[in-house]
């Protein structure tokens, strides 16, 4: 990278750090007075709050504040955006919506900085404990400043698998739920924790071997795929091919357990049977 490219990315990172922890600022307040909040139910399982619009907002005068060419792909300001050109700020203002609104302690900021569809920056910020994650492209992933990597382990047995639920699409739950056998018998565990921005972040720091599932939106993954990648795992979509920032499948891992998992999701010829 140019030195030109890398000062970009670095004050593309701060941009995103900076409208984190605003954000989570936001979300620290209100969690005290978790009872008064105000949500709506979108779909089935599906929650939006008042905490979580108040945050987007504030991402997004963060962020034009410093970059006023900018647009901003969010789940609740331009969900339907399909231009990607120029500088775009993928952001989910609060991963994790349901666990907050019970109280359950895990939950993040997730915020990327694109240009030119080119995932550039991206910081992850879990909020009830205040771990910060980051990574630019060709820069590494770090927590808290300090560099990371996936798992070295290789052995399925000794591996921790994450997921995520089909809770949004009950039609392919019968699908998912077909996986789930294989991966169980031959893994350590499975967790589903509730937040897919953290999920990816704890594939990128080691603490999961590997992750899937069946349907991620791009605020939900972008930050997360840029600190795998800079962590030396691999992501794909259930096809194996690249993984897209959009509507997608993912499984993530480091390279050895990604191949695995990849092969028990796709239930591929050598795979046990259910």
């Not at 589903?192 to 972040?201: C, K, M, Q, Y």
């Not at 720091?205 to 605020?219: D, S, T």
């Amino acid at each position: 990278m140019t030195s030109a490219q890398i000062n970009t990315s670095r004050a593309l990172l701060a941009t995103c750090v900076a409208a984190a922890a605003r954000a989570a600022q936001i979300i620290r307040e209100r969690a005290t007075n978790r009872h008064a909040i105000e949500w709506e139910t979108k779909s089935h399982a599906d929650f939006v709050s008042d905490v979580d619009r108040d945050a987007e907002h504030a991402i997004t005068e963060t962020v034009l504040a410093r970059h006023a060419d900018a647009r901003i792909l969010g789940e609740e300001l331009s969900p339907a955006m399909n231009d990607r050109r120029g500088l775009v700020f993928v952001a989910d203002p609060l991963d994790g919506t349901t666990n907050f609104l019970h109280g359950f302690p895990w939950y993040a900021v997730s915020i990327a900085a694109m240009v030119d569809g080119e995932l550039t920056a991206g910081a992850i910020l879990n909020v009830p404990n205040g771990e910060l994650f980051t990574a630019t492209t060709g820069g590494g992933a770090r927590l808290n400043g300090q560099p990371i990597s996936v798992s070295p382990i290789t052995d399925p047995v000794r591996s921790l698998i994450g997921t995520g639920f089909p809770f949004k699409n009950e039609g392919r739950v019968d699908e998912y739920l077909q996986m789930l056998p294989r991966i169980m018998r031959e893994s350590a565990g499975i967790r589903r924790p509730g937040s897919a921005a953290l999920d990816l972040a704890d594939v990128a720091c080691g603490r999961f071997e590997a992750f899937w599932e069946l349907r991620l939106a791009p605020w939900d993954i972008a930050a997360g795929i840029l600190l795998i990648l800079e962590a030396g795992g691999i992501v794909t979509n259930i096809a194996g091919e690249s993984c897209p920032i959009d509507h997608t499948s993912l499984v993530a891992g480091n390279p050895h357990m990604h191949a695995w998992l990849l092969e028990r999701v796709r239930g591929e010829p050598g795979t046990p049977a259910v």
